[in-house]
């Protein structure tokens, strides 16, 4: 249950896109496509952005996209906003009955 | 509107044990899958256990395996989790998460949390 590999940190200017990376093993991200995002402000509970790999829940905005090519899943922000900075986590199920989080990643918006 | 309230936080010393539990309301609560999710203080998430429909499947992180046990009272709509033998490693907020539609899809709704604070 070793945790997904994101990277620290990423940042960009409004209205920019970035990507967040999430690295996995074949037990993990490559093996199922159940990957869900979140993000959490300071102190705040984390918000459910994207499942099953590239799906929004109802109310998230179409500026936040999800893809998965072999063990790494990747969450796309386009059009970035002041309020979009914060802490990203991407969350995997695992072989043996688990589910496995990555490290997180914090967005800057410069 | 789903809402999940955390409580029986607080401190305790290594090796004694707490009990957790999460009312949950707003939804309809024997239906959906329940996990318990725990974040350290400036560290990232960590999935803790998961509890099926009817509280007969229990699914546990191998950190909390033989310590922890999650369990569910779909009469009360509560949620509980009891931990014993604790470590000062176990500190952090742990969050009480509906998952959103099977087992393994992920929480889509999580509490506020309680914090745990294990020391002597």
């Known amino acids: 249950q070793s945790a997904l590999t994101q990277p620290r940190s990423v940042s960009g200017s409004p209205g920019q896109s970035v990507t967040i990376s999430c690295t996995g093993t074949s037990s993990d991200v490559g093996g199922y496509n159940y990957v869900s995002w979140y993000q959490q402000h300071p102190g705040k509970a984390p918000k459910f952005m994207i499942y099953?790999?590239?799906k929004r829940p109802s109310g998230v905005p179409d500026r936040f996209s999800g893809s998965k090519s072999g063990n790494t899943a990747s969450l796309t922000i386009s059009g970035l906003q002041a309020d979009d900075e914060a802490d990203y986590y991407c969350?995997?199920?695992?072989?043996?009955?688990?589910?496995?989080f990555g490290g997180g990643t914090k967005l800057t918006v410069l | 509107q789903v809402q999940l309230v955390e409580s029986g936080g607080g401190v305790v010393q290594p090796g004694r044990s707490l009990r957790l539990s999460c009312a949950a309301s707003g939804f309809s609560f024997s239906r959906f899958v329940m996990h318990w999710v725990r974040q350290a203080p400036g560290k990232g998430l960590e999935w803790v256990a998961l509890v099926s429909y009817d509280g007969r499947n229990k699914y546990y992180a191998d950190s909390a395996k033989g310590r922890f046990t999650i369990s569910r009272d779909n009469s009360k709509n509560t949620l509980d989790l009891q931990m014993n033998s604790l470590r000062e490693e176990d500190t952090a907020v742990f969050y009480c998460?509906?998952?959103?539609?099977?087992?393994?899809?992920?929480?889509?709704?999580w509490g506020q949390g309680t914090l745990v604070t294990v020391s002597s």
């Open positions: 998460a509906r998952s959103h539609y099977d087992f393994w899809s992920g929480p889509d709704s």
């Open positions: 969350c995997s199920y695992a072989d043996s009955y688990s589910l496995v």
């Open positions: 099953d790999v590239n």
